[in-house]
């Protein structure tokens, strides 16, 4: 009989332009914590929640100070990409790629090799700050060294309006344009490979079923069940860091495992 493995590299192998989506999953082997997870920051502690609602951070200066303060010493801004990021380098390398859509914000898939044009990050990036006033973004290195210096809530340098990672919280919009390329991937591929997410936020995991809606066979990658096994071709239950090699047909350049403390973005 032939594995869940076997049968996902053969779809691999015999797929010319490959559309993946990652989430969280992909950078634990990095040290970066899920929140979903056994591990996930949200399954430790629940309350971390509301350091991710946009309503509580733009009201509450206490909330903010906290997400600064966590932020300051996010894994994302010291973890190296594993050997997960590095087989979806190879897959461009093949010509296989037709596009990396992610949840993530920690900005790995591009420290692996893939160039920004490549990702498309639908929850936006922890490297940049934005302002809820002007919208001005900037590298958020610059707000978080006031922070170390003891500015608890940095303000915006150009117009004192409230500041935050560049990142989408619950209650906001996705970027349009964004979801829009992400969609097109989505449906013209002949392979959609799911990696490391519950599939539990909307509308991202959505992405997953717009492909099957179309007849792009589906992969999915996790450790867990998600709600979206039924509508795969393959489900996998494995770690990343052995099943991703496997199915690509590489060593992916080597694990690299970290411990690390979590954060939210
Ligand atoms: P999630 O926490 O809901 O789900 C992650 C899934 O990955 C879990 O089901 C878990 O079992 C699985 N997983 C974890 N490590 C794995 C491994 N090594 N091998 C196989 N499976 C593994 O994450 P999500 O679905 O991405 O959604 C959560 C939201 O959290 C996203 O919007 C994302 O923006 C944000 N987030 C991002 C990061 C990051 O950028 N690295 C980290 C935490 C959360």
């Not at 797929?15 to 990095?30: C, L, P």
Request: aromatic share 4%; hydrophobic share 40%.
């Amino acid at each position: 009989m032939t594995s869940d493995i076997e049968q996902a590299t053969e779809l691999v192998a015999a797929a010319g332009q490959i559309t993946v989506f990652t989430g969280a999953g992909i950078s634990t082997d990095s040290g970066i914590p899920d929140f979903r997870g056994p591990n996930g920051l949200w399954t430790r502690d629940p309350s971390a929640q509301r350091l991710v609602d946009f309503d509580s951070y733009r009201s509450d200066r206490l909330i903010r100070e906290q997400s600064w303060r966590r932020r300051a010493t996010h894994p994302a801004f010291a973890a190296p990409p594993n050997s997960g990021h590095r087989c979806l380098v190879e897959l461009r390398d093949r010509g296989q790629l037709r596009a990396v859509l992610t949840q993530n914000i920690d900005g790995l898939h591009q420290a692996a090799g893939l160039s920004p044009d490549e990702v498309l990050e639908l929850h936006g990036t922890l490297h940049e700050s934005e302002c809820l006033g002007c919208g001005e973004r900037r590298p958020i290195g610059e707000a978080l060294d006031r922070v170390r210096v003891g500015v608890a809530d940095p303000p915006c340098l150009s117009c004192g309006g409230v500041l935050k990672s560049a990142t989408i919280f619950f209650g906001q919009q996705l970027d349009g344009a964004v979801f829009e390329r992400a969609a097109e991937a989505a449906v013209n591929c002949d392979l959609f490979l799911a990696i490391g997410s519950s599939l539990r936020v909307q509308p991202a995991a959505g992405l997953v079923g717009l492909a099957a809606r179309t007849g792009v066979p589906i992969v999915l990658l996790n450790a867990e069940p998600t709600p979206y096994d039924e509508l795969a071709a393959v489900v996998i239950q494995a770690p990343i860091g052995t099943a991703l090699p496997a199915i690509i047909g590489t060593r992916g350049g080597g694990a690299q495992a970290m411990d690390g403390p979590g954060f939210v973005g």
